[in-house]
């Protein structure tokens, strides 16, 4: 018990910075849900399209960043900067070509839009926004890389003060474009576009700024951006960075599938999804921050070789994320119609909203657990069989569930959530096992 306390204020001490950087980069997306939902129901349902899309480069450029905390952990337990810096520079040249192609395909496949079956008033309102926002994620992939590697040095707390001063920046620069304000132009929803890429520019330099010249970092941070990685040490990155992603995205992919699928009953149904989904979104960032720190803590052990530190750290980490879990349960359950209300005025996505939020509730220990336990994994290098329990879980069941109760059981949009739970369930429950059995000092020595 003394390990599992010990081992528990390490971690949190660790994750606090980690959640807060977390939820703060998160409060972009929900003040901008905030703001486009003043404009009107389509430009809502029009950004939720344009990010949803946008979702699977995005969960791609996680897998990086999360590489890149799992080489700079455990390059840090093995006190090697050389390691280090490699994997940092590998983490952004990869974001880099990531983000540029992103922006090309986006541009290129704009006219296929209109194929996917949504309301025609919000594909013709998207865009403007759509290429705006799509130009963003070079920025914002790579400030996620290099972020990680801060994080995974123990440095967190600078970082979380630059992202958020880059979400206050979001907000006034929302403001500006948005409405018009101070002679600005009145841009409305390509206003807000803007300002997401210009807020996410900023936040790109002042965290590579910081690394750069931090006396802790510079000596773990590299020189030289664009020098030709060593390929061995690039193929040992991507061997992470892909079944990361893979892991990631096989999520992700899932919801940007419900976005899709709820979209086909009408803009309202669209934005209600939305408003639910950036609130169970916002809520994901704490147990997402003590996954970060689950993934840097058991890296850092793995690299000194102290594998008996291993289970004392799931253990605490599981313990707190299920007051997390429970927390917000009670959040949504209270507060439904609070928060409802808060995004949207009109009376047909309100209610829906309300009873994605009790659908959010119940599967919101499942959710937390199941990143709390792909954290411990990453931090092992595992993460080739998690990512196939992942696309298992979401994509063999509960996808296919949620379309059946949706589509032919006429449960509508609340059914696509209830197979996102079954999924997010199962997920739960083979990862957790994995990690106990993976993290046992018989199995590693």
């Known amino acids: 018990m003394t390990s599992i306390v010990r081992e528990g204020r390490a971690t949190l001490v660790l994750a606090l910075p980690l959640m807060a950087g977390q939820v703060s980069q998160m ?3 929900l003040v901008d849900t905030y703001m486009i939902g003043k404009i009107g129901t389509v430009e809502l349902a029009a950004s939720t ?4 899309i946008l979702h699977l480069p995005l969960m791609l450029g996680i897998g990086i960043a999360i590489a890149v905390s799992v080489k700079v952990s455990q390059a840090r337990g093995a006190e090697d900067p050389q390691q280090a810096k490699a994997a940092l520079r590998d983490g952004f040249l990869l974001s880099l070509g990531l983000g540029v192609a992103t922006f090309i395909v986006s ?7 209109s194929l996917l079956g949504q309301d025609p008033e919000v594909v013709n309102r998207l865009p403007g926004f759509y290429l705006l926002v799509s130009a963003s994620m070079t920025p914002a992939i790579i400030t996620m890389a290099v972020r990680n ?3 995974g040095m123990a440095k967190p707390w600078p970082v979380f003060w630059i992202v958020l001063a880059g979400v206050f920046l979001n907000v006034f620069l ?3 474009f948005i ?5 600005a132009p009145r841009m409305e929803l390509e206003g807000a576009g803007l300002a997401t890429l210009l807020a996410r520019l900023a936040t790109m330099i002042g965290v590579m700024l910081w690394c750069r010249f931090s006396p802790d970092l510079k000596a773990w941070t590299p020189h030289r951006w664009f020098l030709r990685p060593d390929r061995k040490e690039l193929v040992s990155f991507w061997k992470i960075a892909w079944p990361a992603s893979l892991q990631v995205s096989a999520e992700i992919s ?15 149904a669209l934005a209600a999804h939305q408003v639910a989904i950036m609130c169970v979104a916002t809520t994901f960032m704490v147990p997402l921050g003590l996954s970060m720190a689950l993934t840097v803590q058991i890296g850092e052990a793995k690299g000194a070789g102290k594998f008996e530190r291993m289970r004392p750290i799931v253990l605490s980490g599981w313990l707190m994320g299920l007051v997390v879990s429970l927390f917000f349960v009670g959040v949504f359950l209270i507060f439904d119609e609070d928060l409802a209300s808060s995004f949207v005025s009109e009376v047909e996505p309100m209610k829906i909203i309300v009873g994605l939020l009790w659908i959010a509730a119940i599967f919101q220990v499942s959710d937390h657990s199941q990143i709390l336990s792909s954290g411990v994994l990453r931090g092992m290098d595992d993460v080739k069989i998690p990512a196939l329990i992942m696309f298992a879980s979401h994509w063999l069941l509960g996808v296919p569930f949620g379309i059946y109760l949706a589509f032919f059981c006429g449960v509508g949009t609340a059914g696509v959530w209830w197979g996102l739970s079954v999924g997010l369930i199962m997920a739960a429950s083979l990862l957790g096992s994995r990690a106990w059995k993976m993290t046992s000092v018989s199995n590693l020595r």
Do not use: C, Q, R, Y
Not at 49 to 52: D, G, I, Q
């Open 27 to 29: 409060l972009m997306g």
């Open 179 to 183: 409405d018009g304000n101070w002679g």
């Open 174 to 176: 929302n403001w500006l």
């Open 254 to 268: 899932a919801f940007v599938m419900a976005a899709l699928l709820i979209g086909s009953f009408g803009a309202a």
């Open 49 to 52: 399209l344009a990010h949803s």
């Open 107 to 113: 541009w290129l496949s704009l006219p296929l839009i």
């Open 149 to 151: 590697h801060s994080d």
